[in-house]
């Protein structure tokens, strides 16, 4: 399939089946991939403008917020001490400034706009440059919000990972699903396909496949992120040049998270992971 880059160069990619079944991956990977990157916005979102859509889009944000600190702290409510979080690509720091009174939390950030932002607003969290800065068996839990999609050596990343985590601790994923509703729906328009961003595209069934070949991981649970759906029609409608994207996103958007209430195929998903 042929996906075009909507959100910014235009420029034409291919999205092909990799061995595992529902797992696919964006073809070429552009060596530059940094320029892709670079546009206001990215962090557009994280600017006080007093606009009505900058007011609805925090309080979205509020609630998206409150319930990944609800996700994180069910994961990890056996642990009596002060739990650490690495919250693996950042973004400008919104997640954990969130949860940084109640964690001891870490922040990666490769891009540099973003990484300023989220230094500005978190003076409690430790930015590393490098994972090698944290100590091997040292972090309780790491997130990742729609991070884990822009990785190319997964599998380095993963080990990386396993080694910074304690005994038990916990990995979180958060993932595009493309074979949700919406997915299908808007096919090579559908925005969660960011390409040349995304460089893995994930299906439910996929990304359990692929786990299950993790020996040293467990899947413990997954769980939905439903305002995505309504965030990636609106975007998707925007693509496909409707004039009421707003609207007809909307509708799309519900009507995916209640086809999904009974397959369990919501828009985007988060994958709760245990180190053995």
């Known amino acids: 399939m042929k996906v075009k880059d909507y959100f910014l160069t235009q420029e034409e990619f291919e999205i092909q089946e990799t061995d595992i079944s529902g797992v696919l991956k964006t073809f070429p990977i552009p060596e530059n991939i ?18 009505l859509k900058e007011i609805i889009y925090k309080l979205l944000q509020k609630f998206n917020l409150k319930y990944k600190k609800e996700i994180l702290k069910k994961s990890v409510n056996q642990i009596t001490h002060q739990k650490t979080c690495l919250d693996y690509g950042c973004g400008a720091g919104e997640f954990i400034k969130y949860i940084s009174n109640d964690y001891i939390t870490f922040g990666y950030e490769p891009n540099e706009n973003a990484r300023n932002f989220a230094k500005q607003k978190n003076n409690k969290t430790k930015f590393i440059s490098h994972l090698d800065e944290i100590e091997n068996q040292s972090l309780d839990v790491i997130t990742l919000w729609h991070v884990f999609e822009h990785i190319e050596n997964q599998d380095k990343i993963l080990s990386i990972f396993h080694q910074k985590l304690k005994y038990n601790g916990k990995l979180i994923i958060a993932v595009p699903n493309h074979t949700s509703y919406d997915g299908q729906k808007y096919k090579n ?69 209640f086809k999904a209430l009974k397959t369990g195929e919501f828009s985007s998903l988060i994958y709760i992971i245990q180190k053995k």
Not at 34 to 47: A, D, L, V
Not at 192 to 198: F, K, S, T
Not at 230 to 237: D, P, R, V
Request: proline content about 3%; cysteine-free.
């Open 34 to 51: 940094g320029k892709y990157y670079e546009s206001k916005n990215y962090i557009s979102h994280h600017q006080d403008s007093g606009s």
């Open 189 to 257: 328009f559908w925005a969660a396909y960011d390409v040349p961003r995304h460089i893995y595209h994930f299906s439910k069934n996929g990304m359990i496949k692929w786990l299950s070949d993790k020996k040293e991981w467990k899947l413990e649970k997954i769980s939905p992120l439903l305002l995505d759906a309504f965030y990636i029609s609106i975007l998707s409608e925007k693509y496909m040049k409707n004039p009421l994207f707003w609207l007809f996103g909307m509708i799309q958007g519900a009507i995916s998270n």
